[in-house]
């Protein structure tokens, strides 16, 4: 059975950092694509960054040089490290494991940036 448990968000003030972490468990880690994305009210959810199986990353245009993704296989767990945060990534952050047209999925964590 896939998990996947993030955790680390909550509530920070603008240009603050928060990292995000999300541990799987019940895949073989190393070969699944694994990527961030993040839904804010009313909008549909959409991808910040992921991280490939062969260690090449990718990034929304919006948190280019801010944000970065990171994968740890010995501990299964992927890492997003979020600097300089905006109003504008208050959103409800989904982990997400993809392979073979197979998506697994977090419960979310809340982050809120107050300006």
């Known amino acids: 059975q896939v998990q996947l448990v993030e955790s680390g968000g909550g509530l920070v003030q603008a240009g603050g950092s928060l990292r995000l972490s999300c541990a799987a468990s019940?895949?073989?880690?190393?070969?699944?694509?694994m990527g961030w994305y993040r839904q804010a009210p009313g909008k549909q959810r959409e991808l910040v960054a992921s991280?490939?199986?062969?260690?090449?990353?990718d990034y929304a245009d919006s948190v280019k040089g801010r944000f970065t993704i990171t994968r740890d296989s010995a501990k299964n767990t992927v890492y997003l490290q979020m600097n300089r945060l905006k109003p504008d990534d208050t959103a409800v952050y989904y982990c997400g494991a993809f392979k073979a047209g197979r998506e697994n999925w977090g419960q979310g964590t809340q982050v809120t940036v107050s300006s």
């Open positions: 019940g895949i073989t880690f190393n070969t699944y694509l």
């Open positions: 991280s490939s199986s062969g260690g090449i990353t």
